[in-house]
């Protein structure tokens, strides 16, 4: 089992920034993507950004290239997104997830989700 716990969100206006954290427990996660995936009001989960707990590779939806940054503290066992340029169309419940192996896009590889966290950014 992995546990996730998710924390960082909160109401924003347009153009700020945000820092999302997600602390990971259980097996040995060095084994284990991490993602963070969002869901918009009435729409389905998308993803946001993947990456392996050594930090490489790093993937993306280019809806937040340039302005989204995944990275991991192995020494806290955290894995953050960094959310800069925030826009309205960025509102959603952010989850973090977990899947053994390399990172992917696809959403249903994942087995471990946490509670999510909600971000909401005004205009």
């Known amino acids: 089992q992995v546990q996730l716990v998710e924390s960082g969100g909160g109401s924003v206006q347009a153009g700020t920034s945000l820092r999302l954290s997600c602390v990971a427990s259980?097996?040995?996660?060095?084994?284990?993507?991490m993602g963070w995936f969002r869901q918009p009001p009435g729409k389905e989960r998308e993803f946001v950004a993947a990456?392996?707990?050594?930090?490489?590779?790093?993937l993306a939806a280019d809806s937040v290239k340039g302005r989204f940054t995944i990275s991991v503290d192995n020494a806290r066992n955290t894995v953050y997104l960094q959310l800069d340029s925030l826009k309205p169309g960025d509102t959603a419940v952010y989850y973090c997830?977990?899947?053994?192996?390399?990172?992917?896009?696809?959403?249903?590889?994942?087995?471990?989700w946490g509670q999510g966290t909600q971000v909401t950014v005004s205009s």
């Open positions: 259980g097996r040995t996660l060095s084994r284990y993507a």
């Open positions: 990456t392996a707990w050594n930090g490489v590779p790093t």
């Open positions: 997830a977990a899947a053994h192996g390399a990172p992917t896009t696809w959403r249903d590889y994942y087995t471990y």
